[in-house]
């Protein structure tokens, strides 16, 4: 039966306190519900923002504890670089370094035109203004007019060779020198007589 007030009043003293009672707690549940449930949310988010914190403040130690290691190495990088581009011929070198080819017993000779693909561009050419200050214009000018004004080229048949007047002078100046010095003259005659195509469990006779 639903209680009324005045039924509530009717009652005995003990019933009414009861009664009295059990609303209080409800009323204290429901306070509590509101209350905490959005700050145990909230604590929650908190503890996993810190955990978040901990852990980039501890990749962030790491990186500070390996920089030294770091700094080495690019330092290295770029004397190995440095050295590496001191030792690259020139166009007035390549007819020399051909004819000693030959001399020492070479038959064949090839090159690749210099290209900087991707993020290499970006280390090259930051590399380049820092140390040759003066000459990194007309080395990066050099590249691109190689390159159809761009650093690289992907192009089939254009990325090992450039394009442009540079390049035809290089490639024609290559090729006169290796016919001087007798290089790229040797023909290979490929031979089939002692191919034999394989049976099909071949590989079994491995265990015979």
């Not at 604590?43 to 700094?71: C, D, H, M, T, W």
């Not at 490639?171 to 290089?183: A, T, V």
Request: proline share 4%; glycine share 4%; net charge positive.
């Amino acid at each position: 039966m639903a209680l009324t007030m005045d039924s509530i009043l009717k009652l005995p003293t003990p019933k009414k306190i009861l009664i009295l009672v059990a609303i209080l707690i409800a009323i204290a549940g429901l306070y509590l519900y509101a209350l905490i449930i959005p700050v145990q949310d909230e604590l929650k988010a908190a503890k996993g923002e810190l955990s978040k914190l901990e852990q980039e403040l501890n990749n962030s130690k790491a990186i500070v504890r390996e920089l030294p290691k770091f700094r080495e190495q690019v330092a290295k990088l770029n004397e190995e670089l440095k050295n590496a581009l001191t030792q690259l011929p020139n166009e007035k070198e390549i007819p020399e370094i051909l004819k000693e080819t030959s001399r020492r017993g070479g038959t064949h000779a090839d090159y690749i035109m210099l290209r900087l693909p991707y993020s290499v561009k970006d280390l090259f050419t930051d590399w380049l203004k820092r140390e040759y200050p003066l000459k990194a214009s007309k080395v990066i000018s050099s590249i691109k007019s190689i390159r159809g004004g761009k650093l690289n080229s992907s192009e089939w048949g254009v990325r090992f060779r450039g394009e442009g007047e540079i390049a035809e002078t290089i490639e024609n100046l290559f090729e006169i020198s290796c016919r001087k010095y007798g290089l790229n003259k040797r023909d290979f005659d490929l031979n089939k007589q002692h191919f034999k195509v394989p049976l099909r469990n071949e590989q079994l006779k491995l265990f015979a």
